[in-house]
């Protein structure tokens, strides 16, 4: 079935703002937000309200429908869920020279608008209804693992903006914002981040709003949705920085490489050493050194070039990481017959190797194996 949406009486002229509300069963709120809204719109503020809900259930349709208000429209997605996606489907209907992007479940007060097109009004890139700025705060008895969990999410998003609150869902900016759309890729319920790093904003105000408890509904913060946002930090960083985030990863792996190597090494002279020589462990130790390496790079420095043939790849790792794989054999093979460094041989030659070859094998696997693009940008 495809995507439905009430007709609502169509303005003559753009107003001023549109105001986003994504919801998926949010009914019992909605006729109390949006008189709220009514009340903000009386005050002179020029606005209407696309409300985008994920086929509820919960008669959030009946609800709109009784409320009979020609400024607000009804949008219901029988074929996407999310929230994310929801605020993207409003933005390309939205009709508002800017927009504000609020939830249903009353947290956010909608008396703060004019004061969001007043920063935009100013030149503002983009406004955050934020908690943590003064004149801002949260609602008595929000709980400890809460406030925790925002701080540590705020502290996650630092490499992308100096906002207080990046995970304020009340927002505000202009509909121009995003020259083109494609680049969005949103995952998990909080839009603003995205939009900030992608939309290249360079003046963030933030306005102080007081965050309220929601007395209907059921929060949709889950295990999930924090694993979805650890994704989308994951994906801004790519995005943001595609060669950085490919290097770190690469040489945190080859690191890991290290204890891996050694490992190796000593479960095959403990398990084997009166069957298998000395270079034919150290052969066993390095390949299967160079598997674990090949099997997280592929996945964690080179992500964009996963959908290539995997033995192509498989060939041309193990061909590119021949030069520190000689080093670090030549190396263990000369420790090991000195008493002295002997038992560390195993780790002085993967450390040694991995130096070695870090930068060298980095550049070359980008280059020949894992050919692709980890960004536009990069």
């Known amino acids: 079935m495809s995507d439905q949406a009430d007709k609502a009486a169509s303005p003559e002229h753009a107003p001023e703002v549109t105001v986003i509300i994504p919801t998926y069963q949010e009914a019992e709120s909605l006729p109390q937000l949006l008189e709220r809204l009514g009340a903000v719109r009386r005050g002179g503020v020029d606005l209407n309200v696309l409300v985008v809900d994920d086929d509820s259930g919960d008669g959030t349709d009946s609800v709109i429908a009784a409320l009979n208000l020609d400024w607000v429209r009804l949008i219901t997605r029988t074929n996407a869920r999310g929230l994310s996606s929801a605020v993207l489907r409003g933005m390309r209907e939205a009709t508002g020279r800017s927009c504000v992007v609020m939830d249903a479940d009353l947290s956010h007060p909608p008396e703060v608008i004019p004061d969001f097109l007043e920063a935009l009004r100013g030149g503002a890139d983009f406004v955050v209804g934020s908690r943590y700025v003064p004149g801002g705060s949260t609602e008595d008895g929000w709980g400890v693992l809460r406030w925790i969990n925002s701080k540590v999410a705020t502290v996650m998003a630092r490499p992308f903006t100096s906002v207080r609150d990046p995970m304020s869902g009340f927002l505000g900016f202009s509909r121009e914002l995003i020259a083109d759309p494609s680049v969005l890729d949103p995952v998990g319920y909080k839009i603003g981040l995205e939009l900030i790093v992608k939309g290249g904003c360079t003046r963030v105000e933030e306005v102080p709003i007081h965050f309220s408890t929601r007395t209907h509904g059921q929060s949709k913060l889950s295990l999930r949705v924090q694993l979805q946002y650890l994704d989308h930090i994951l994906r801004l960083a790519r995005w943001k920085y595609p060669k950085l985030s ?95 460094v002997s038992p560390a041989a195993g780790a002085i030659g993967a450390v040694t190797g991995s130096v070695a070859g870090v930068v060298f094998n980095w550049f070359v696997m980008r280059a020949v194996v894992f050919r692709g693009r980890s960004h536009e940008r990069g």
Do not use: H, K
Request: charged content about 10%; aromatic content about 16%; hydrophobic content about 60%.
């Open 246 to 340: 490919s290097f770190v990863p690469f040489a945190a792996v080859g690191a890991s490489g290290v204890g891996v190597y050694v490992l190796l090494l000593w479960l095959l002279e403990a398990l084997a050493g009166g069957l298998i020589g000395e270079d034919f462990r150290i052969v066993l130790a390095i390949v299967g050194t160079m598997v674990w390496n090949f099997t997280f790079d592929r996945w964690l420095a080179f992500w964009y070039a996963r959908s290539q043939p995997l033995l192509g790849q498989l060939a041309g790792f193990i061909a590119v990481c021949s030069v520190p794989v000689v080093v670090n054999f030549l190396v263990t093979r000369w420790l090991i017959g000195d008493d002295f």
